[in-house]
C-alpha cells in the first residue's frame, strides 16, 4: 500500500528517531560552504537525494519524502537527528563538490552530484470551480482509499488511516504535496470527466479511479 512516509528515509519503515545522534557532537559550519553542498544526488535510477540550505540549516530530502535536517561533525560530514544514517561530501580534483555517500544500516551507498540545483515545484492558482471537480474518492486497492475535498479554496488529499494533506497546483491536473515529494495527478476522458487519479511518489505510480 503507498503511503505518504513523513519519518520512513531510505531503507527505514518507521519512526525511531529520539536517540539516532546521541553521542555525535554537532559543530557550526559557515553558510558558505554548506552553499557548496546544494544540489542533487543520484542514489539510484529515478531515486535522487536532494541538498538544500533553509534558514542557513543543511536539508535532505529523497525522492517521495519529506525533508529532514543534517547536523555537522565536521566541514564534510554530516548526520540525522531524526533517523541513524550519516552522509559524507565527497570533493574532486579541483574542490568541487561531486558526490555524496549515505551510511546507514551498515551500508554505505554512493550518490553521484547530477545537478548543482534542486528543482523547486512552482505553485499556481486554480481556480475553485475547477478544483470542485476533483472532489471525490479514489480506489487504491479494496478497504484503501484516497479522499480529495475542498476546503476553503484548498484542495486536500487523505489516504484512508493517514492524516490529511493540502495539495498545491502546478497545473489545472497535477498537483503536489510540501509535506512530502509527491504528486497527484487528475485524468479526465474525452468528455472532460475526471476517471481516476495517478499518485506518483518515489520512483513508483499508483493508478486510483474514482468511484
Same mark, same amino acid.
Given at each position: 500500500?503507498?503511503?505518504?512516509?513523513?519519518?520512513?528515509?531510505?531503507?527505514?519503515?518507521?519512526?525511531?528517531?529520539?536517540?539516532?545522534?546521541?553521542?555525535?557532537?554537532?559543530?557550526?559550519?559557515?553558510?558558505?560552504?554548506?552553499?557548496?553542498?546544494?544540489?542533487?544526488?543520484?542514489?539510484?535510477?529515478?531515486?535522487?537525494?536532494?541538498?538544500?540550505?533553509?534558514?542557513?540549516?543543511?536539508?535532505?530530502?529523497?525522492?517521495?519524502?519529506?525533508?529532514?535536517?543534517?547536523?555537522?561533525?565536521?566541514?564534510?560530514?554530516?548526520?540525522?537527528?531524526?533517523?541513524?544514517?550519516?552522509?559524507?561530501?565527497?570533493?574532486?580534483?579541483?574542490?568541487?563538490?561531486?558526490?555524496?555517500?549515505?551510511?546507514?544500516?551498515?551500508?554505505?551507498?554512493?550518490?553521484?552530484?547530477?545537478?548543482?540545483?534542486?528543482?523547486?515545484?512552482?505553485?499556481?492558482?486554480?481556480?475553485?470551480?475547477?478544483?470542485?471537480?476533483?472532489?471525490?474518492?479514489?480506489?487504491?486497492?479494496?478497504?484503501?482509499?484516497?479522499?480529495?475535498?475542498?476546503?476553503?479554496?484548498?484542495?486536500?488529499?487523505?489516504?484512508?488511516?493517514?492524516?490529511?494533506?493540502?495539495?498545491?497546483?502546478?497545473?489545472?491536473? #497535477?498537483?503536489?504535496?510540501?509535506?512530502?515529494?509527491?504528486?497527484?495527478?487528475?485524468?479526465?476522458?474525452? #468528455?472532460?470527466?475526471?476517471?481516476?487519479?495517478?499518485?506518483?511518489?518515489?520512483?513508483?505510480?499508483?493508478?486510483?479511479?474514482?468511484?
Amino acid at each position: 500500500m503507498l503511503r505518504y512516509s513523513l519519518c520512513a528515509f531510505f531503507l527505514l519503515t518507521s519512526c525511531f528517531a529520539q536517540n539516532a545522534a546521541v553521542g555525535r557532537k554537532e559543530i557550526t559550519v559557515s553558510p558558505a560552504i554548506l552553499a557548496k553542498y546544494v544540489g542533487t544526488y543520484e542514489l539510484a535510477p529515478k531515486f535522487n537525494i536532494m541538498i538544500t540550505v533553509e534558514g542557513g540549516q543543511l536539508m535532505a530530502q529523497a525522492s517521495g519524502q519529506g525533508k529532514a535536517p543534517l547536523f555537522a561533525s565536521s566541514e564534510t560530514q554530516f548526520f540525522y537527528k531524526v533517523v541513524d544514517a550519516q552522509i559524507d561530501f565527497k570533493k574532486g580534483a579541483a574542490g568541487k563538490v561531486v558526490s555524496l555517500t549515505l551510511h546507514q544500516g551498515g551500508q554505505d551507498m554512493n550518490a553521484p552530484r547530477i545537478s548543482d540545483k534542486v528543482v523547486e515545484r512552482k505553485e499556481i492558482k486554480v481556480s475553485p470551480a475547477l478544483l470542485a471537480k476533483y472532489a471525490g474518492v479514489y480506489e487504491l486497492q479494496p478497504g484503501v482509499d484516497v479522499t480529495i475535498t475542498l476546503e476553503g479554496g484548498q484542495l486536500f488529499g487523505q489516504i484512508t488511516g493517514q492524516p490529511k494533506f493540502p495539495m498545491f497546483a502546478e497545473t489545472e491536473t #497535477k498537483f503536489f504535496l510540501k509535506v512530502v515529494d509527491a504528486e497527484n495527478e487528475f485524468v479526465k476522458n474525452d #468528455k472532460g470527466v475526471v476517471t481516476h487519479l495517478i499518485i506518483r511518489q518515489g520512483p513508483g505510480e499508483t493508478k486510483a479511479p474514482k468511484k
